[in-house]
């Protein structure tokens, strides 16, 4: 039925097309505000970045419209993805609180919208598909160099971040914040996890490209994204992190395992020895991470399983369509709920935060949808033989992956610096499966 609407449109308009420089190469538009997108998220505002999302949109609209041969081909896991979304539609409609629910809803609509309007771009443009990733490697490398110059100024902490009631004031980390807005360090730990596949895939890239010296930058630049990932103190991201090096040397085995074997054991044993070297000998390292096991003796953990328990009951009372989605939203239905001296503006879990939000069948739709998004990717990536788009699937999946894992514990998944690139993986993945969406080796 859209198609039929698109061809119509696309007749009636056909005019406007032959004559019009702008709808010719509307593509030369679209590509740059997709990577004004990337590169703002790192230091505006919320409401600016999607206003460059909207833009996006938009041009991806009217190059729907008015641009002839363009069609909208879902996958299954679209499919699974768009009951979602309808899903939600209803759950706002039944909310409570509409116009609170109805923000929540729009910055939705952004990121899905955003989602499509880059994977209908790459239909087209395949070929940028290294430019894209690389923007991102790009942030985040750069986010990096200023997690190491914020880390040699020990910054004092701007919010009560992490507990430090039973250790020695020396101790304590200097958890660097970055750029990002709102200057958060478990924001910022996020970003850089979810985005250091592509700095990591970067190299591997110009590996294959014969391209040493940008090889080895890239992984200088992975070096650099691992310290700062530590400095920020996030431990959601300490441990996504350690998930992102397991599912690249699980990936990676296809290519090094009968060939360069020893080679391949030698790069992983020094990894897991820095690591290990790293948690062993600095204290204040130590201690962090060690805090992720104390339970209810670190109040950072106490709180979260305090929001845990509120927001389990109110699921329970709002388990067919949620209250609506939407920070604001969950905030003032949170109060009915929470302990006395714990308010919070999120479920601190991604997954207890959609069924909280929207119910319990848009949770079974949105974990079908990424059930059947990895396994569509993690098939390509080992009976592909295209190593470039290999490469770019094995980035998007892992960072993907990484994401999801970090969003057990937090839900710094939900802001825009997250939601853009999260969705542009996604973008990527459903075009390297494709068919037809073989890059040239």
Known sequence: MFNNILEFSQK???????????????????????????????????????????????????????????KIELKTFEIFLLIYFMIVVVSLFGSTLFSLS?????????????YFSVSQYLKDNKKHIALILGTIAGCITLEALVGIFQSTLHLEQISTWQDTSNINPEDVISRVYGTLKPLNPN????????????????????????MYKLASLGILATLGTCYSIFQTGCRGAYLSMLLVFGLIFLLSAKFFWK?????????????????????????????????????????????????????????????????????KNFREIYGLYMKTGFDALSAYNIYL???????????????????KLIYDGTKYVLTSQNTVNIIFASVCLVSICSALFHGLVD???????????????????????????????
């Open 12 to 70: 009636k308009l056909n005019y406007f097309y032959n004559n019009s420089l702008f709808l010719q190469n509307i593509d030369k538009f679209i590509l740059p505000f997709i990577m004004i997108t990337f590169i703002s998220s790192i230091f505006m505002s919320s409401d600016f970045i999607g206003f460059i999302g909207l833009i996006v949109m938009f041009l991806t609209l009217v190059k729907l419209l008015f641009c002839p041969k363009q």
């Open 102 to 114: 109805l923000k929540g809803f729009f910055k939705t609509f952004i990121y899905i919208g955003f």
């Open 187 to 210: 924001l910022y730990g996020g970003y850089l996890v979810c985005g250091l596949p592509t700095v990591i895939g970067s190299g591997f890239y110009f590996i294959y490209k014969k």
């Open 259 to 327: 060939t360069y074997k020893k080679i391949y054991i030698t790069i992983i044993s020094g990894a897991t020895f820095l690591l290990i070297f790293a948690l062993t000998f600095i204290h204040s390292l130590r201690l962090r991470f060690l805090s992720i096991f104390a339970m209810r003796n670190d109040s950072s953990n106490s709180f979260r399983f305090n929001v845990y328990h509120s927001s389990i009951e109110m699921f329970k009372d709002n388990w067919l369509l949620g209250i609506g989605v939407g920070n």
């Open 353 to 371: 935060e959609t069924a909280v939000e929207s119910g319990i069948f848009a949770l079974i739709a949105f974990l079908l949808f990424l059930i």
């Open 411 to 441: 839900t710094i998944f939900f802001r825009p610096q997250l939601q853009f690139i999260f969705w542009t993986f996604v973008a990527v993945i459903n075009n390297v499966i494709s068919d037809n969406s073989q890059i040239s080796d």
